[in-house]
């Protein structure tokens, strides 16, 4: 093969070399940003689950104090 013909075979190679590298590059930061995402989403379950609304909890608070209420109701 004469000699341009190399050359252009080295520099294809190295090009190619080159969008590899940057493909890894990509993915390698898409998997940190998947990874902190599923971290933030499972941060955002936990003050969802923490912050849940009254009409969920009010039945619990009403049988627990229902022994004062009656105490209260007697006197």
Known sequence: MPVVAWVTVIIGGLIILAAAVGLLRVVLHLV????TLT??????????E?????????????ST???????CESI
């Open 39 to 48: 971290q933030v989403a499972g941060g955002v379950r936990v003050i969802a």
């Open 65 to 71: 104090l229902m022994p004062v209420h009656d105490f």
């Open 32 to 35: 940190a940003v998947h990874r």
């Open 50 to 62: 923490q912050t849940s609304t009254v009409p969920t909890v009010l039945p619990s608070v009403n």
